[in-house]
């Protein structure tokens, strides 16, 4: 199984920008399609982006489009969120998810539960 480690996170302005990181090791991650996920406090978990293994694919929640890119380095193993205009509500605890498609598949699913990997989250704080 992938082992996951976010990074990037801290507090911003509001209307300002930060880009996290997931960095992957233990298997061939490219390999794999990823997505991120955030929670605020007294929330459930919701999907933000994610990304196929070849990174031909992507989706966004509603709410990030236009503010938030996902891109991919497989050479690097890392996934990144490039997040711009943050706004209060984006405030939560980002984590990345991978999902093992074995290079068949472009879809990226936006459900939680079919990912089988997930990093330790980072705290994104966003002041008004």
């Known amino acids: 199984q992938v082992q996951l480690v976010e990074s990037g996170g801290g507090l911003v302005q509001a209307g300002g920008s930060l880009r996290l990181s997931c960095a992957a090791s233990?298997?061939?991650?490219?390999?794999?399609?990823v997505g991120w996920f955030r929670q605020a406090p007294g929330k459930e978990r919701e999907f933000v982006a994610g990304?196929?293994?070849?990174?031909?694919?992507?989706a966004y929640a509603d709410s990030v489009k236009g503010r938030f890119t996902i891109s991919r380095d497989n050479a690097e193993n890392t996934v990144y969120l490039q997040m711009n205009s943050l706004k209060p509500e984006d405030a939560a605890v980002y984590y990345c998810?991978?999902?093992?498609?074995?290079?068949?598949?472009?879809?990226?699913?936006?459900?939680?539960?079919?990912?089988?990997?997930w990093g330790q989250g980072t705290q994104v704080t966003v002041s008004s």
């Open positions: 990304i196929s293994w070849n990174g031909r694919s992507t």
């Open positions: 233990g298997r061939t991650f490219s390999s794999y399609t």
């Open positions: 998810a991978a999902r093992d498609v074995g290079r068949y598949s472009d879809y990226v699913p936006t459900s939680p539960g079919r990912y089988a990997a």
